[in-house]
Protein backbone atom coordinates (compact mmCIF):
# COMPACT_ATOMS: atom_id res chain seq x y z
CA UNK A 1 0.00 0.00 0.00
CA UNK A 2 1.25 3.71 -0.62
CA UNK A 3 0.09 7.00 1.10
CA UNK A 4 1.05 10.41 -0.03
CA UNK A 5 1.08 12.79 2.97
CA UNK A 6 1.66 16.74 3.08
CA UNK A 7 4.66 17.45 5.37
CA UNK A 8 6.12 20.74 6.75
CA UNK A 9 9.97 20.92 6.65
CA UNK A 10 12.38 23.97 6.59
CA UNK A 11 15.68 22.89 4.44
CA UNK A 12 16.28 20.06 1.92
CA UNK A 13 18.91 18.72 4.04
CA UNK A 14 16.29 18.25 6.65
CA UNK A 15 14.14 16.65 4.00
CA UNK A 16 17.08 14.02 3.61
CA UNK A 17 16.82 13.49 7.30
CA UNK A 18 13.34 13.33 7.46
CA UNK A 19 13.28 10.25 4.58
CA UNK A 20 16.52 8.07 6.12
CA UNK A 21 14.41 7.93 9.29
CA UNK A 22 11.39 7.34 7.63
CA UNK A 23 13.15 4.38 5.93
CA UNK A 24 14.30 3.11 9.11
CA UNK A 25 11.04 2.76 10.40
CA UNK A 26 9.22 -0.84 11.50
CA UNK A 27 6.61 -1.47 8.57
CA UNK A 28 8.13 1.15 5.86
CA UNK A 29 9.26 -0.59 2.52
CA UNK A 30 10.10 2.90 1.16
CA UNK A 31 9.73 6.40 1.61
CA UNK A 32 10.35 9.48 -0.74
CA UNK A 33 10.17 12.92 0.70
CA UNK A 34 10.13 16.16 -1.80
CA UNK A 35 11.06 19.23 -0.23
CA UNK A 36 10.03 21.32 -3.43
CA UNK A 37 6.27 19.72 -3.11
CA UNK A 38 6.16 19.28 0.33
CA UNK A 39 5.19 15.34 0.43
CA UNK A 40 5.78 12.35 1.72
CA UNK A 41 5.30 9.19 -0.16
CA UNK A 42 5.61 5.93 1.99
CA UNK A 43 4.79 2.52 0.52
CA UNK A 44 4.27 0.00 3.39
CA UNK A 45 5.61 -3.19 4.07
CA UNK A 46 3.08 -6.35 3.31
CA UNK A 47 0.49 -6.32 5.87
CA UNK A 48 1.66 -2.80 7.81
CA UNK A 49 -0.75 -0.58 9.15
CA UNK A 50 -0.04 3.22 8.12
CA UNK A 51 -2.42 3.99 11.00
CA UNK A 52 0.14 2.07 13.64
CA UNK A 53 3.54 2.86 11.67
CA UNK A 54 2.90 6.75 10.55
CA UNK A 55 3.32 7.63 14.75
CA UNK A 56 6.44 6.58 14.70
CA UNK A 57 7.66 7.65 11.47
CA UNK A 58 6.73 11.06 13.06
CA UNK A 59 8.71 9.75 16.04
CA UNK A 60 11.54 8.82 14.37
CA UNK A 61 11.70 12.11 11.87
CA UNK A 62 11.15 14.36 15.32
CA UNK A 63 14.56 12.49 16.49
CA UNK A 64 16.56 13.83 13.76
CA UNK A 65 14.50 17.35 12.66
CA UNK A 66 12.54 18.45 15.89
CA UNK A 67 10.87 21.22 13.84
CA UNK A 68 9.43 19.18 11.18
CA UNK A 69 6.13 17.80 10.82
CA UNK A 70 3.76 14.82 9.12
CA UNK A 71 -0.10 15.57 8.57
CA UNK A 72 -1.48 12.26 9.25
Known sequence: MKKTYKIEVDCANCANKMEAAANKTDGVKEATVNYMTLKMKVEFEEGA?????????????KKVEDECEIFI
Open 49 to 61: DPKEVMPQVLANC
